[in-house]
């Protein structure tokens, strides 16, 4: 089992940056990795995906080229670094963990899941 901390969020600017950290308590380098973001009456929706060796990443249409997953297992983290924000993408940023090997998109492949951290992008 591992416990998922997010850290990071915080009020932006549109066009401008932030970059989340989501730190696992256990050794988190069997899981893979993944950030889904939700706003009020909505669905948490994907957003990126990285397997386990930090080797294969997936991300949603309306965030690539925009948004970098990454991993650092050494450290038991993986990072969402947000660049170009833009006032859409407001949401409150949670990361998951699922033992796998693979990337993993769905929201039911994951069992862990942190408490948020809240990213507001002003117009």
């Known amino acids: 089992q591992v416990q998922l901390e997010e850290s990071g969020g915080g009020l932006v600017q549109a066009g401008g940056s932030l970059r989340l950290s989501c730190a696992a308590s256990g050794r988190s380098s069997s899981y893979a990795m993944g950030w889904f973001r939700q706003t009020p009456g909505k669905e948490r929706d994907f957003v990126a995906a990285?397997?386990?060796?930090?080797?294969?990443?997936a991300y949603a249409d309306s965030v690539k080229g925009r948004f970098t997953i990454s991993r650092d297992n050494a450290k038991n983290t993986v990072y969402l670094q947000l660049n170009s924000l833009k006032p859409q993408d407001t949401a409150d940023y949670c990361c998951s963990g699922v033992y796998s090997r693979n990337v993993v998109s769905r929201r039911s492949g994951y069992d862990y899941w942190g408490q948020g951290a809240q990213v507001a992008v002003s117009s």
């Open positions: 990285i397997n386990r060796c930090g080797g294969s990443t």
